[in-house]
């Protein structure tokens, strides 16, 4: 089990300054190792830090990275558009995926993540990854195949994937994803204390793609 709140190192959202320091890491590494002695379940501190370019470059500290036990990477807003509801929503459907895509794939090629978060789906403008027929050909392959290249899961996402069938496009990015030897790892995704660990839906996505335990990503051995 993983605590995985998002990082943030600009100090804009005032509810995750803590995250970007290092000293409050620190305690609550130890507080999941405390945790975690004796149990037949361990507690890992992984963090999410934000994709904030097309570059594929992560908002977070390496001395924050490489405390903790690993670190999703995350798109939450288009790169390279500004920060408009107007601009997004008149954004070219195909243009959008592209750009965020190329630069998950960016993301990948760095190698400062162990896990790309919600692939495929943007919180600013969700609405325009969805449908494969904005996907270009080859272009979910190639994500694929860099994640498997450089040895990073991708999440399947309790809270943001409440539908994987088509025309969805995420089942297809993770059937792509298992075909290339990419793992998948599970995540809650819960923006509520209700949510916390609901992985019901993943579960039936997973059988649904016949799925095996060793599909299933995990940041130790």
């Known amino acids: 089990m993983a605590v995985t709140d998002h990082h943030t190192n600009t100090g804009s959202l005032e509810v995750y300054e803590h995250t970007s320091d290092l000293e409050h890491i620190k305690t609550l ?12 379940t361990q507690m890992l501190l992984g963090i999410e830090a934000d994709i904030i370019d097309l570059d594929g470059c992560l908002n977070i500290r390496p001395e924050i990275a ?19 509801p107007e601009k997004e929503v008149r954004a070219d459907p195909k243009e959008v995926v592209i750009r965020c895509i190329r630069s998950e794939i960016a993301a990948v090629k760095n190698g400062h993540a162990d896990v790309l978060g919600h692939p495929m789906y943007v919180v600013s403008a969700g609405r325009n990854l969805k449908s494969m027929n904005d996907v270009p050909d080859g272009l979910l392959t190639e994500l694929a195949e860099t994640a498997a290249k450089h040895d990073v899961a991708l999440e399947i996402n309790g809270h943001f994937y409440r539908d994987v069938t088509p025309p969805i496009g995420y089942f297809d990015l993770f059937e792509i994803c298992l075909k290339n030897g990419v793992k998948l790892s599970t995540g809650s995704d819960a923006h509520r204390p209700l949510y916390v660990g609901d992985l019901s839906k993943i579960h039936a996505t997973l059988t649904q793609l016949k799925a095996k335990p060793s599909d299933i990503y995990s940041p130790v051995e």
């Open 29 to 40: 590494k130890d507080q999941c190792r405390t945790i975690s002695d004796g149990a037949d």
């Open 66 to 84: 490489a405390e903790v036990d690993f670190v999703i990477a995350s798109l939450h807003v288009i790169p390279g558009i500004e920060m408009n």
